[in-house]
């Protein structure tokens, strides 16, 4: 299930946050209980770093890291953290509502047929579009020339890039074909900035751990006074600009398809398009949250497992050995999630999966 919702002025919960007073760090704002011990212990290391100012909060969904904690959030007045941004810049979601389906009105042959035009139309893992389409190049340039990028990533980006917008990826990114409480039907999809955000990231975390003297694990960031953080700002802002549109493309991909199948068309009043990877002032969960590691996923869900927690979804099940990390006992259970920031955002629509297609 994924739940549409949103943000709230933070208000005096009953039980959240719970707070930690951690020896010769900043507090620890919690809104959850379901905290292990070594993520514990990360976001008091973070607490402890000079980076951080008044507190750090641990929403519902967090869990362990590789440096930053997943989940976590903090300020910083002098200082910004490529690591805590992430390698995705820019990942977050895009969905809109269509009128005039609904349900009980779309047949498991429609599911079918749309699932496998998706897989045509929209290319997943590491793969590309062939040739980039002068809709792509025109997307481009107008990135480049609205984001002025640094003369860095001018540098690096290239044809891949241009070809990788309307472009899905993999890990924990998906298409879907949803649901509401009134049967009405939601076309949803998760990605990020492909490649140019993980090189943006790993150089800047790198330029961070050359200045600190530190690894990125270990929270290595940059003033954001200097050159170096006012040239990562820019270039983060550039790849969150790129994501959104990757999504853009890809809705437009998506919307393409159930209109050729069924001739309706979204309500685009209904769209939302949003990231999560990002520096900004307010957040929420970004998701249910990690509650198994991906190798332990794996080691505990089979491949006949996982079909059966699909069962009644349209998905290829001949990809289940591949994506066994992101099955669905993987995560922690959304509607305790959704209880403990109840005080953080308000629930709009509960959206339940009848497509589902993954990048793998």
Known sequence: MLVCSRAILASASPKFPRVIRPSG??????????????????????SRSRMVVGYVAA??????????????????????????VGVDIGCGMCAVKVPGLTRLGLSETFLVKLHGQLVQRIPT???????ASPEMRGAMKRLMEEHNPTAHTRRVIGERHVRQIGTLGGGNHFIELLYDEEE????????????????????????????????KENL???AIASEAGQNYLRDMHFCQAYAMENRKFMMNS????????????PDWSTLVNIHHNYCECEDCSHGAGRKL?????????????LNEMMEGIIWDSNAAKLVRDEAPVAYKDLKEVMVNQEDLVEVVHKLKPLMNMKGY
Request: net charge neutral; glycine share 10%.
């Open 25 to 46: 760090g900043t507090p620890v704002h919690l809104y959850t209980d379901d905290v292990d011990e070594q993520t514990m212990q990360q976001l008091i290391n973070l």
């Open 184 to 215: 009405s039907i939601w076309l949803m999809l998760h990605s990020g900035s492909r490649n140019i955000g993980n090189v943006t990231a790993q150089y800047y975390d790198g330029l961070a751990a050359r200045q600190t003297g530190t690894s």
């Open 59 to 84: 929403m519902p969904d967090v869990h362990l890291g590789k440096g930053a904690t997943i989940g976590s959030v903090f300020a910083s007045r002098d200082f910004v953290c490529p690591n805590a």
């Open 125 to 131: 893992g590491f793969n590309s579009h062939e040739k």
């Open 254 to 265: 998506f919307v393409g398809a159930v209109r050729d199948l069924t001739g309706k068309v």
């Open 293 to 305: 590691s991906r190798n332990a996923a794996k080691r505990v869900v089979g491949v006949d497992e």
């Open 220 to 222: 290595a960031h940059l």
